[in-house]
């Protein structure tokens, strides 16, 4: 069904022949006022870098199924271009995201605003130079292996969006929405009793978004070459040491092989608090990804709406307060406790002021927006945004407005104003995990975030 051309699909729903041609024009005039391209890469390690995530030293041990990086490419009928870059890693540092903007501008003219790159936060991946710095108990040559592999994925990722942008081609662009249902708000179901709960038919407590949205693009004699979706959750199923991409790789692997040629891209939406529950196995990592492959698969029967050629970008970056900069004294105190990632991150930050650092009180956040026509709103915000955050702001936007709370930059997780209220992991004094100069944010987190996106919206919005 999700190979059918819009004009079949009206004409087996008995619309008549006028609808047909009509509907036939339509698609016509879609097709041609896209143009989209793809680029693709394994960027699994082929040497002992850690993985990811967890806080501690996780050497490889094997390859469950490769890491990727695509790119989609986007040209409108004037010539406007967008790159979105999908990856199976945990988190883009800072560091990477500024060097792919500068050299994006560089190769391929793409100001920053026209390239999003996006992490599904995968905690079976590589460790990048950059990323939380104080995690891990690296030695030198750990640290060398890592800066080794961060300068070829950085090569490997430019020459994804090459490819892309090589590849653009006529396209109609369509989108839709699934749905799967194994993400649980881990601030208010502990792990332990969601299986007895859901077995009971209990509800479960606390915000989650079960929505898939889906962007399918066809190319050639309508056939689908590349379909996009999200889904809000942790890809925290696993925590062994073998390289693969949890659920979202399983889910791509699914959508690939029933549809061959097919790239398939993951983005994780706003899944900051929410986990698949439950998990720690190889068989419900699978089955997790073959829920979400089902969703997609779901969206894709159902007729899509069409997205319209006309693209228009806008970033900033918004200043995010800290509560409180942390001081010397205090990390003098912190250097000396038992908690091994606070205390390197201590004994950095003191390295640092002895060597004439001053702190900076607020945080270069990153806010970007998209607008495909009048159909499409899609809005990338950095960090481990909270469910909170897409429920909000699909509220606020309507229909088609899609929320990739993993863009640009790993940053922290960035609480609403509800979760910083209630505090816990995700919303209260855990920045030094992220290496920040402090350890919470201010409590307008949520308003400063939500001021940013509305300025990129407005500036999207036709």
């Known amino acids: 069904m999700g190979r059918m051309c819009v004009a079949a699909r009206m004409a087996s729903a008995g619309l008549g022949l006028v609808a047909v041609l009509a509907a036939g024009q339509e698609t016509a005039t879609m097709a041609s006022s896209w143009r989209a391209g793809l680029g693709r890469a394994v960027i699994t390690p082929a040497t002992g870098v850690w993985l990811a995530g967890y806080g501690s030293r996780r050497a490889p041990e094997g390859t469950l199924h490769e890491l990727w990086a695509k790119a ?3 040209e409108d009928a004037a010539g406007r271009r967008a790159v979105l870059v999908t990856t199976d890693h945990m988190g883009v540092p800072k560091g990477l995201y500024e060097d792919l903007c500068r050299k994006a501008k560089e190769r391929f003219g793409l100001e920053r605003s026209q390239l999003m790159v996006t992490f599904s936060h995968n905690h079976c991946g590589p460790c990048l130079r950059g990323d939380l710095v104080d995690y891990y108990p690296s030695d030198d040559e750990q640290r060398r292996l890592v800066a080794e592999y961060t300068d070829r994925n950085e090569a490997q990722l430019l020459d994804c969006m090459a490819a892309a942008l090589a590849d653009l081609a006529p396209a109609r662009l369509a989108q839709g929405e699934g749905t799967a249902t194994f993400a649980v708000n881990r601030r208010n179901n502990p792990e332990a009793e969601v299986p007895a709960l859901r077995a009971a038919g209990t509800p479960l407590k606390g915000p989650v978004d079960h929505s898939v949205p889906i962007l399918a693009v066809y190319r050639g004699d309508e056939r689908l070459d590349a379909v996009l979706f999200g889904y809000a959750c942790h890809p925290t199923t696993l925590s062994f040491t073998q390289w693969c991409g949890d659920y979202p790789g399983f889910a791509q692997l699914a959508l690939e092989k029933a549809h061959p040629g097919l790239t398939a891209m993951f983005v994780n939406t706003c899944g900051g608090d929410q986990n698949p529950l439950p998990r ?10 073959a829920m979400l492959a089902q969703g997609v698969e779901a969206a894709l029967r159902q007729p899509l709406r069409p997205v319209s050629g006309k693209l228009k970008t806008a970033f900033e970056f918004a200043d995010l307060a800290y509560d409180k900069v942390v001081t010397r004294e205090e990390l003098q105190l912190l250097s000396q ?7 390197r991150w201590a004994k950095r930050l003191l390295g640092e002021l002895d060597r004439g650092a001053v702190f900076a009180s607020s945080y ?13 709103l899609l809005i990338g915000i950095g960090g481990e945004a909270v469910a909170d955050y897409a429920l909000r702001f699909k509220r606020e936007f309507g229909p088609g407005t899609w929320v990739c709370g993993y863009a640009n930059d790993l940053v922290a997780y960035i609480p609403s104003r509800r979760v910083w209220e209630e505090g816990g992991y995700e919303g209260g004094p855990h920045l030094d995990e992220y290496g920040r100069p402090a350890l919470r944010w201010a409590g307008d987190v949520e308003s400063r975030v939500a001021a940013a996106v509305h300025r990129a919206v407005t500036a999207v919005r036709p």
């Open 280 to 289: 720690r196995s190889v068989e419900l990592c699978a089955s997790y990804g």
């Open 72 to 74: 989609l490419a986007l």
């Open 337 to 343: 406790g038992t908690n091994a990632i606070q205390v």
């Open 364 to 376: 270069p956040y990153p806010v970007q927006a998209w607008g495909l026509g009048n159909d499409l």
